[in-house]
């Protein structure tokens, strides 16, 4: 069965970077993109960029662009999403998401890691 | 910015409801368009996918439809379980947005 289990959640000060994972299991990772979602407390869903491990193309969304790094280490079948100075407005749920063959939509999400900055 | 726009916010209703959820884009995105359920405290669960598409395993009570820059997901009895928050998405154009959500609730 596809899985995409992410790293526990993380409390973090202001200004302390981060990186928190999602690791493939079960099919092809380098040939599907992963993407990562923020749910702000309380709050929709936003993407906030995608990669494809195969070849580490990487798309941001503007808003996020310059404010996280988005990488894949495609040996290991894990992506990543780092911070290098986290502010209090980066506390939210963060899900990675595989998209379908096909661009089917989001099928397959992991858990969901809680990044908490105060 | 393509900008997403789902009404109603909040939909209150019965079991066995035919419900329907509208999602309206700013500007034309062909059929990429994706619903998701979301419960409390659980990631999203993909239901419907290039507009009109069901996702296996979702009970066939779920329905999508539309184009450009209208759409609809409807569901034909609500059940128990399909009290939630849904989402659509669209994957037409960089960047990918989500609308703001519309919760179903109990009546």
């Known amino acids: 069965e596809v899985q995409l289990v992410q790293s526990g959640a993380e409390v973090k000060k202001p200004g302390e970077s981060l990186k928190i994972s999602c690791k493939g299991s079960a099919y092809s990772f380098s040939n599907s993109w992963i993407a990562w979602v923020r749910q702000m407390p309380g709050g929709g869903l936003e993407w906030m960029g995608s990669?494809?491990?195969?070849?580490?193309?990487?798309k941001y969304s503007p808003s996020c662009q310059g404010q996280v790094t988005i990488s894949a280490d495609k040996s290991i079948s894990t992506a990543y999403l780092q911070w290098s100075s986290l502010k209090a407005s980066d506390t939210a749920i963060y899900y990675c998401?595989?998209?379908?063959?096909?661009?089917?939509?989001?099928?397959?999400w992991g858990q969901g890691t809680l990044v908490t900055v105060s | 910015d393509i900008q997403m726009t789902q009404s109603p916010s909040t939909l209150s209703a019965s079991v066995g409801d035919r419900i329907t959820i509208t999602c309206r884009a700013s500007q034309s995105i062909s059929s990429w368009l994706a619903w998701y359920q979301q419960k409390p405290g659980k990631a999203p669960k993909l239901l419907i996918y290039?507009?009109?598409g069901l996702e296996s395993g979702v009970p066939s009570r779920f329905s999508g439809s539309g184009s450009a820059t209208e759409f609809t997901l409807t569901i034909s009895s609500l059940q128990p379980d399909d009290f939630a928050t849904y989402y659509c998405q669209q994957y037409n154009n960089y960047p990918w947005t989500f609308g703001q959500g519309t919760k179903v609730e109990i009546k």
């Open positions: 990669i494809y491990p195969g070849d580490s193309d990487t």
């Open positions: 998401t595989r998209l379908a063959t096909g661009g089917s939509g989001f099928d397959y």
């Open positions: 290039k507009a009109s």
